[in-house]
């Protein structure tokens, strides 16, 4: 299913989190992004087109201003997106660039997609970027965002991103190999679901937990921007980002993850 699902997406949309891009010290996962470019690379030379989310604002900055990990005013935190966000895209642009592809960033908060002027310029630059042959790396703007305007967490912000793009594919990849009844940290016995045709039926049958490590989301914010895309027509796919060759594992069969269908 998953590479048939694949196969038939032109626009993608692909979400990487925080957990994926960091190593288990805090660090940037330089080798993740070199390998993750030449993919996405790949993706555009085989006729799609790419639209990047990328978290790991917070993390690249702590990895980069160690002194501050342990603050947690908000101000500092800010301050940590605005020193990571840099840290972030240089390492994209690098990775990309060795792809002989640009990249472009647009930073973005709730109040953005809420604004019709807004939303209409930030629909204009993705399609543009788009057909120009550069990739697009979306995050949230964490250093101006505040609670009342925030999306919070960049899993709905792919979703709200795929939705303004009319993307044919939602992929988030995470630390985990898609949807279980249980947590499979927890649970040796915890059941893999490969196929979600019907969110409130997986809900009822499910424990969600709590967020991991780095990142915001965790499965209950997964599940929000599988209700998002799917009731627009677009599919989602929920992936292992740190199994090898994650993208090409996923076209080709051998990683799996959940899939999440469209609604008609
Ligand atoms: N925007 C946050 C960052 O780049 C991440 C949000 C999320 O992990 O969902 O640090």
Known sequence: MIPKVIAEARK?????????????DGTMNRAFMAEFAEQCANLVKSGKQVVLVSSGAQVAGVSTLDRWARKKD???????????????M????????????????????????????????????????????????????DSVSYEEIRIGDNDNLSALTAILWSADLLILFSDIDGVYDKNPKEHADARHIGEVSDLNDLRSGITIGATNSFGTGGIATKLEAAEKVTSYGIPMLLANG???RCLEGLANGTNRGTVFLARD
């Open 12 to 24: 993608i949309v692909i979400k990487v989190g925080s957990n994926t891009l960091a190593m288990g």
């Open 74 to 88: 908000i101000h500092y935190r800010q301050a940590l997106c605005a020193i990571g966000q840099v840290e972030l």
């Open 90 to 141: 240089q390492n994209w642009r690098e990775a990309f660039a060795a792809r002989d592809l640009h990249i472009g960033q647009l930073l973005l908060t709730r109040e953005d997609f809420n604004d019709d002027q807004r939303t209409l310029n930030m629909r204009n630059t993705i399609f543009t970027l788009v057909d120009e042959g550069v990739i697009p790396i979306i995050n949230e703007n």
């Open 242 to 244: 740190s199994q090898g």
